[in-house]
């Protein structure tokens, strides 16, 4: 299991962002992924495409609002004092 190295974050545009994206999580690092410039179809399609690389990796998404999530490798958990976290993405209905 890699150790997380950095803290990234990124706000992407387009889904053409991805690559770089995943392979900074492949690598260990926690994303935070701000989603606020991206249009609905390609943040749906990043969306998608991370939650599968996470799944694979087995490391969890929190959502910190409806357009920022984290994403953090194996043994990593996001924490908020206030409870603002909604919880692990991945236990919505």
Sequence with gaps: MPQARSIVVFHPTSYR????????LRDGDIVVLDLTRMDAEEMHRLVDFVSGMVFGLQGNIDKVTAYVLVLAPP??????????????????S
């Design 17 to 24: 962002e991805s690559r770089v994206i995943g392979e900074h």
């Design 75 to 92: 043994g990593v958990t996001a924490m908020d004092d206030a409870a603002h976290l909604t919880g692990s993405f991945y236990n919505q």
